[in-house]
């Protein structure tokens, strides 16, 4: 009877581990995740020249770890005991105070060649534009992340890297005159709700301050508020997407403005309005901003005589922290465009010279700045 007894376990591990490789070969692999908003590993082709190498079975593990049955459900279960066990860290994100995630970039991420490259090309790029448009007409805004500014939220004694003399060295490279403290704005306004919960974005009150502060340094009266209208209760960003199930949903936010402007994306699609509404029922709902990422965007007002000729052209050099802030910036210009070196096909001096652009802003989230490998275009 005991015999029987000691193998009723070792049965049903059998049957775990065989029932799950053989449900695994059974499905349908999924080709894409919404949850993390990315495509999965598909199977491998199988050749001696792969096997020999190493690269199949390295590419075979891969598939496994993406195609393997209810692969979130896993992932969700583990950083639930990871965190019941009172770990505060988990897949490079902070288990943080009032339901915050909030990833935790390395200091290898602004110690690269590639960060200070970065650095050399913008400085580069804010001397040829200053020279051309004038000093007073060219700003750059570097976002600190999360963690560099809602440092009371984070679990004690959490091994933080301090962005600030990463921030310091770029605004030493490019001038003060040029470079907005984006550090000392958003941290005046640390309690309130200026970064989301579940996703490394910063939300559009964060980018309204921002926006207050660079409107000063380019001598506009900014809008006298933010004019904030809730369109989402149920966002679940990128952090929350690492860990599947840990933090509380988030709200977002839209500059409710009934300015008329016309999106013109990469030079052929049009669009009426500064939001995409559909990307609201998605999982990727920041994309509701501006519709996302475009290599250009132009936005031109609705009320834009034909033939016309803009006086003041706004160029916006950004990745998507920019995508919540244009909005309001966009009410001093006759056109404002976006450019996004991540999937820009021409050179950022011809976009100038084509649109006829008066002012520059260079924003991006300084993590992403320091390690994107698209940045020198912005000296071309």
């Given at each position: 009877m005991k015999k029987k007894t000691v193998w009723i376990p070792v049965a049903m591990f059998l049957a775990l581990i065989y029932g799950g490789m053989l449900w695994g070969f059974?499905?349908?692999?999924?080709?894409?995740?919404?949850?993390?908003?990315?495509?999965?590993?598909?199977?491998?082709?199988?050749?001696?020249?792969?096997?020999?190498?190493?690269?199949?079975?390295?590419?075979?593990?891969?598939?496994?770890?993406?195609?393997?049955?209810?692969?979130?459900?896993?992932?969700?279960?583990?950083?639930?005991?990871?965190?019941?066990?009172?770990?505060t860290e988990t897949k490079g994100v902070w288990l943080a105070r009032e339901g915050y995630l909030i990833v935790n970039y390395p200091a290898s991420d602004f110690e690269t060649k590639r960060?200070?490259?970065?650095?050399?090309?913008?400085?580069?790029?804010v001397k040829d534009y200053s020279e051309r448009l004038g000093q007073e007409h060219v700003r750059v805004m570097l976002v600190?992340?999360?963690?560099?500014?809602?440092?009371?939220?984070?679990?004690?004694?959490?091994?933080r890297y301090d962005q600030s003399g990463y921030l310091k060295?770029?605004?030493?490279?490019?001038?003060?005159?040029?470079?907005?403290?984006?550090?000392?704005?958003?941290?005046?306004?640390?309690?309130?709700?200026?970064y989301y919960r579940t996703?490394?974005?910063?939300?559009?009150?964060?980018?309204?301050?921002?926006?207050?502060a660079w409107a000063e340094s380019m001598g506009f009266t900014p809008v006298a508020d933010s004019c904030l209208k809730v369109v989402s209760q149920?966002?679940?960003?990128?952090?929350?997407?690492?860990?599947?199930?840990?933090?509380?949903?988030?709200?977002?936010?839209?500059?409710?403005?009934?300015?008329?402007?016309?999106?013109i994306r990469?030079?052929?699609?049009?669009?009426?309005?500064?939001?995409?509404?559909?990307?609201?029922?998605t999982r990727d709902q920041y994309a509701v901003f501006l519709g996302g990422n475009d290599g250009i965007v132009e936005l031109e007002p609705g009320d834009k005589e034909s033939g016309q000729d803009p006086e003041r052209v706004l160029l916006v050099v950004k990745d998507s922290f920019a995508n919540c802030l244009i909005p309001y910036a966009a009410g001093h210009y006759d056109r404002v465009v976006v450019a996004d070196l991540r999937y820009l096909n021409m050179s950022l001096?011809?976009?100038?010279?084509?649109?006829?652009?008066?002012?520059?802003?260079?924003l991006y989230h300084a993590q992403a700045f320091a390690t994107e490998a698209t940045v020198f275009k912005i000296a071309r």
């Open positions: 059974m499905k349908p692999d999924r080709q894409y995740s919404d949850t993390e908003n990315r495509f999965l590993t598909a199977r491998p082709e199988f050749s001696l020249k792969a096997l020999f190498d190493g690269s199949f079975t390295k590419d075979y593990e891969k598939y496994i770890t993406d195609q393997f049955p209810v692969r979130d459900e896993w992932i969700g279960l583990k950083t639930g005991v990871e965190a019941l066990l009172g770990k960060a200070q490259d970065n650095i050399r090309f913008l400085a580069e790029a600190p992340s999360a963690s560099q500014i809602l440092t009371d939220l984070l679990p004690a004694f959490c091994p060295a770029v605004e030493e490279a490019v001038g003060p005159e040029s470079c907005i403290d984006m550090e000392e704005v958003l941290a005046a306004h640390k309690e309130e709700y200026i996703d490394h974005h910063w939300t559009t009150l964060g980018a309204f301050y921002a926006y207050e149920d966002f679940l960003g990128t952090t929350w997407s690492r860990l599947h199930g840990m933090g509380r949903a988030d709200e977002i936010s839209v500059y409710d403005t009934d300015m008329e402007v016309t999106r990469n030079l052929t699609e049009r669009e009426e309005g500064f939001y995409n509404w559909e990307a609201l029922k001096k011809a976009v100038a010279e084509k649109y006829g652009v008066t002012d520059l802003l260079v």
